[in-house]
């Protein structure tokens, strides 16, 4: 049969690859599908974790995503989405972990976030840029860990730069802000957070940040003797 092949006429030759090259395609654009359809299961399984669970449920709920983050990021090594996502979930974890395990897991989720960095720094609007920051506000600093408020200042300034409309991006800009006592700075940035455009795929995502980024404009507006 292989002699056929070689025998046969250009055109068909020509058949031959293009079915070849179509077939690739459609196997990558289906490769394409799962694996944006995983990537938006661990997003929505964070925020049922982040947003609707508690207690011991929420350990639980975080410790087997994180697992499957893990596996996600281990089958997909050349994507940065999956390794931000790691990232941001090991973040989450630490912060509902505890004194015992929270450090470890915060380095993970620096660890992850730099190699998301490394591979494609703009992947998922900046959402890098915004996790790193964030983690290197609310990790301690001095001999306790890494944190580091020039850092986390330059990620954040980065993140907005990446996505200056974003609702995530802008709300731990403000949170950074407020902690600074920087209160008009962390206001603006709040408005923007309010008025950022829906992800119609990550409804819980979004009600959930909205939930807090109005928490915080109270306690801002209370600073400042506002309201609104």
């Known amino acids: 049969m292989t002699h056929l092949f070689w025998h046969s006429s250009p055109g068909a030759r020509a058949l031959l690859l293009a079915a070849a090259l179509l077939l690739n395609g459609a196997q990558a654009a289906l490769a394409d599908e799962s694996f944006d359809r995983q990537l938006l299961d661990i997003q929505n399984r964070w925020a049922e974790a982040n947003y609707r669970a508690d207690g011991r449920t929420q350990k639980q709920a975080f ?31 630490a912060g509902v972990k505890g004194p015992f395990g929270a450090l470890a897991l915060a380095k ?3 660890a992850a976030l730099e190699a998301a960095e490394g591979l494609d720094p703009s992947v998922l609007d900046g959402s890098v840029y915004t996790s790193l920051g964030a983690l290197y506000y609310k990790v301690p600093g001095g001999m306790i860990g890494f944190g580091d408020r020039d850092k986390a200042r330059d990620y ?5 730069e990446a996505n200056p409309a974003g609702m995530d991006p802008n709300y731990f800009y403000a949170e950074f802000m407020f902690e600074q006592d920087e209160y008009d700075a962390a206001r603006e940035a709040l408005l923007r957070a309010r008025n950022a455009p829906p992800r119609p795929a990550r409804p819980l995502a979004d009600q959930g ?20």
Do not use: C, M, T
């Open 63 to 93: 410790d087997a995503l994180l697992e499957d983050a893990r596996a996600f990021e281990s089958a997909h090594p050349d994507r940065a989405e999956a390794r931000v996502w790691h990232g941001i979930v090991a973040s989450s974890y």
């Open 108 to 110: 993970e989720a620096r």
């Open 156 to 160: 954040l300034q980065k993140a907005l």
């Open 209 to 228: 940040r909205r939930i807090e980024v109005d928490a915080l404009l109270e306690k801002v507006n209370a600073k400042l003797g506002r309201e609104g």
